[in-house]
């Protein structure tokens, strides 16, 4: 099946650790996007990557750090510059930016 | 810079009644995509349509339909006859039209049908 896939469906972290989300697209998408979501918040953009090894800054990105070393796979490490890590974060690819974003199911983190 | 507003934060029908739920936005381009996805409980977005902003036909997708108004910067989505799987959580989006498909959300409606 083509998709998207993000692990792991719950994480948790204690204060003051990194921790590395995967997403993983088997779409042959060339544009990746991370997301996070807050409760009762629409979702914000993170950080965003058109082609392989480059990727920019979305609206919030302070805290968060990326790679995009394959055309698959788009990890989005979580550092302990993230004051208030504790969200839902979803992974999304694309052809374009004409086309629809594909979501995954997403990675709910909670410090603890 | 963009914004997207989706002032009902909850809303509950039964069960056959239509609902519409409102969005506005705000954006300096004259090109731009708008977009409406669904969130069930399992938490990914579900794709429902995408409109670009020299389109503004309405649309009708079975029981679902969105009006377009460019006028008064608005693209609301109704849907007829409601259904309990119609349950979740709804968002409208837009995007550039050039470059990456940066999304900007609305907060977001709480949709629940009730049997």
């Known amino acids: 099946d083509g998709g998207i896939t993000q692990s792991p469906k719950y994480l948790f972290r204690k204060e003051g650790q990194n921790v590395t989300l995967s997403c993983e697209q088997n779409?042959?998408?060339?544009?990746m996007y991370w997301y996070r979501q807050d409760p009762g918040q629409g979702l914000r953009l993170i950080y965003y990557s058109q082609i392989v090894n480059d990727f920019q800054k979305g609206d919030i990105a302070e805290g968060y750090s990326v790679s995009r070393e394959k055309k698959e796979s788009f990890p989005l490490t979580v550092t302990s510059a993230q004051k208030n890590p504790t969200a839902f974060y979803l992974c999304a690819s694309s052809r374009g930016g004409e086309y629809e974003a594909f979501f995954g199911q997403g990675t709910r983190l909670t410090v603890v | 810079a963009q914004k997207v507003t989706q002032a009902q934060t909850e809303i509950s029908v039964v069960e056959k009644e239509d609902v519409t739920l409102d969005c506005v936005y705000e954006?300096?381009?004259?090109?731009?995509?708008l977009f409406w996805y669904k969130q069930p409980p399992s938490g990914e977005l579900v794709f429902l349509i995408r409109?670009?902003?020299?389109?503004?036909q309405n649309e009708i997708s079975g029981r679902y339909s969105w009006n377009f108004q460019k006028s008064t910067s608005s693209f609301n989505f109704t849907i007829t006859a409601s259904q309990v799987v119609d349950s979740a959580v709804y968002f409208c989006a837009l995007s550039e039209a050039w470059g990456a498909q940066k999304l900007v959300f609305g907060q977001g409606t709480r949709l629940t049908i009730n049997p």
């Open positions: 779409l042959n998408h060339d544009a």
């Open positions: 409109r670009n902003s020299f389109d503004e």
């Open positions: 954006t300096r381009d004259t090109t731009y995509y």
